[in-house]
């Protein structure tokens, strides 16, 4: 078999510590963006930034992923070629991971500062037989 220059190998030193990397920051990321949600109303800088740089670093595995060499499942051969490769990724895990990785929280502060949107996000209360209105997000 030869090697392609342009196709990674599951068993590439670096791609599994990349695995790694990515596994631990999407443990990380599952606790951390439901509290941010839940919790937080704006991130501190320092927060911010890391958030942008594990979003990186999910937009940087899904590149990665269209030059994964994978196993055929029918013949056992490892398919190294590139064109086979991505429309296998797309066909597959693409939009699930596009999806995971968009800025959520962005594009929520943007919706909130449009005109249309201003209102939606608010949540009534009932304190002193009367009803408050509180917006989620100041």
Known sequence: MTQNRCV????CRWYRTWTK?????ALYSSFFTPLEFGFF?????NLFILDIVGQVAFLLDIILH???AYRDS???RMVCKPTSIA???LKSNFLIDL???MPWDMIYKVLLSSPTYASFPQVYTYSNNSFNNEELVG
Not at 8 to 11: A, N, R, S, V
Not at 21 to 25: L, T
Not at 41 to 45: I, M, S
């Open 66 to 68: 269209f030059f994964l």
């Open 74 to 76: 029918q013949t056992y």
């Open 41 to 45: 109303r704006g991130l501190p800088e």
């Open 87 to 89: 429309i296998r990724y």
């Open 21 to 25: 990397f990515i596994q631990i920051w």
């Open 99 to 101: 999806l995971g990785c």
């Open 8 to 11: 990674i190998y599951i068993k």
